[in-house]
Nanobody, 114 residues
Framework: QVQLVESGGGLVQAGGSLRLSCVAS????????MAWYRQAPGNQRAWVAS??????YYADSVKGRFTISRDNAKNTVYLQMNSLKPEDTGSYYC?????????WGQGTQVTVTS
């Protein structure tokens, strides 16, 4: 079992920044990929960024503005979000897969005002 706990969401004006954190616990030695998804009201959950074997990948909508990173010593993955836009508003979820199972965090809310 793997538990994921996100933090760092909040209310910010357009152009501002936030850093999300996701701490993993449990049977984490098998985790290779971690990712962030987001879900805006009325929309499906969408992939934002992921990191696999240290290599980052981004959705086109956030490329150049968001940075995903991982601290293996702290079992934590981060999402640094800069130049935030109102369309970045939503609940952000941490995701991973291990032992053939998919795990989600509980989500953290990000609200960007114009």
């Amino acid at each position: 079992q793997v538990q994921l706990v996100e933090s760092g969401g909040g209310l910010v004006q357009a152009g501002g920044s936030l850093r999300l954190s996701c701490v993993a616990s449990g049977t984490i030695f098998s985790i290779n990929t971690m990712a962030w998804y987001r879900q805006a009201p009325g929309n499906q959950r969408a992939w934002v960024a992921s990191i696999t074997s240290g290599r980052p990948y981004y959705a086109d909508s956030v490329k150049g503005r968001f940075t995903i990173s991982r601290d293996n010593a702290k079992n934590t993955v981060y999402l640094q979000m800069n130049s935030l836009k109102p369309e970045d508003t939503g609940s952000y979820y941490c995701w991973t897969i291990g032992n053939g199972n998919v795990y989600w965090g509980q989500g953290t809310q990000v609200t960007v005002t114009s």
